[in-house]
């Protein structure tokens, strides 16, 4: 959890002022309840004094961010009504960036243009910086953020993967998409890609080791079978389909 000021930029000192930056940047410019708050930076054990409290971190937020700017009069979080708002515009948080980006992808895929579409998507993930909200992804607002950020940034990924294949980088992303699948062994659509990548770098037997092992994996702990998409594409490498060295495969951009 951090402020970017021009290429520079700054941790927020403090979990709590973390905690109630990130919970006022999920919602901004809108209100966020002093409620809503308590349970984000105390859960069910909020201290006797809470509002107190919560007005003490408030004003610690407001000097750090004031102190970030420059600007000593500089007022970010502001009193509204039964809550804080935070004063920023959607262009200058970076999950707004990132969605903007990912749009301008889906565009360019549409209008069936690889090129763009990678470009952005390589803008868009190189603005992540480890987890969403680091630390500060603790209360149910935050952690509930987090989650839907990670997916998207999961996505974003894969869609990335799915262009540098159709643009014949095969070889190049078999070990990134290794670690990928270790990382999130569930994701089916990761899997698949994985699964192709070797198949086109000549590596048909552990692409079918890719298949046998998430197949296993799903039987013994979710007592489950592979999705029919997934057995089709596995049964088309074991038939050498022409089709599978081709720019089109089962493969698809996420929508």
Known sequence: MAVGVGDAVHAVPGLRQRSLLASLL??????????????????????????NALQAHVSRLRRTLARLAGDPAADLVRTRGAGYSL???PEDIDVHQFRGLIRRSHRAMEEDDPAGALASLERALGLWRGAPLGDAAVGPLCASAAAEWEEEYLSAREDAFWLRLRAGEAVRVVGELKR????????ERTTELLMVALYRSGRQAEAVGVYNAARLRLADELGMEPSPKLRQLFHRMLNQDPGLHGSTTLLRASA
Do not use: K
Request: without cysteine; proline residues 11%.
């Open 26 to 51: 999920i919602h901004a410019p809108a209100v966020v309840s002093v409620s809503t708050l308590y349970d984000e930076l105390w859960g069910e054990n909020p201290p006797a004094t809470v509002e």
């Open 87 to 89: 004063q920023a515009a």
């Open 180 to 187: 990928m699948s270790v990382a999130h062994p569930w994701r």
